[in-house]
Nanobody, 119 residues
Framework: QVQLVESGGGLVQAGGSLRLSCAASGRTFSSYAMGWFRQAPGKEREFVAQVSASGGYTNYADSVKGRFTISRDNAKNTVYLQMNSLKPEDTAVYYC????????????WGQGTQVTVSS
């Protein structure tokens, strides 16, 4: 069984920053790709960013490219999402997820953390 626990969400003004964390347990963290997704009220969940098992490859949704940075610390079994220049449209519940490989389905999900950006 895999457990993913997100933290770091909150309320921030537009232009501000937040760093989300996702602590993983129950599988060999360093062997799996990790991703961040988000779901705004009334909208479908959407991809935000992902990182390969080694951390050497990342990719981002166009809407966050240049503002968000995904990273991981395999020694701490944790993946991060640094979010800068936040906009009201970034308001959503943010979820981390794990996959056996990039391009494979994300099969384990955290419970989510709320990010609210005020204008």
């Amino acid at each position: 069984q895999v457990q993913l626990v997100e933290s770091g969400g909150g309320l921030v003004q537009a232009g501000g920053s937040l760093r989300l964390s996702c602590a993983a347990s129950g599988r060999t963290f360093s062997s799996y790709a990790m991703g961040w997704f988000r779901q705004a009220p009334g909208k479908e969940r959407e991809f935000v960013a992902q990182v390969s098992a080694s951390g050497g490859y990342t990719n981002y949704a166009d809407s966050v490219k240049g503002r968000f940075t995904i990273s991981r610390d395999n020694a701490k079994n944790t993946v991060y999402l640094q979010m800068n220049s936040l906009k009201p449209e970034d308001t959503a519940v943010y979820y981390c997820a794990s996959a056996r490989l990039l391009g494979h389905p994300y099969d384990y999900w955290g419970q989510g953390t709320q990010v609210t950006v005020s204008s």
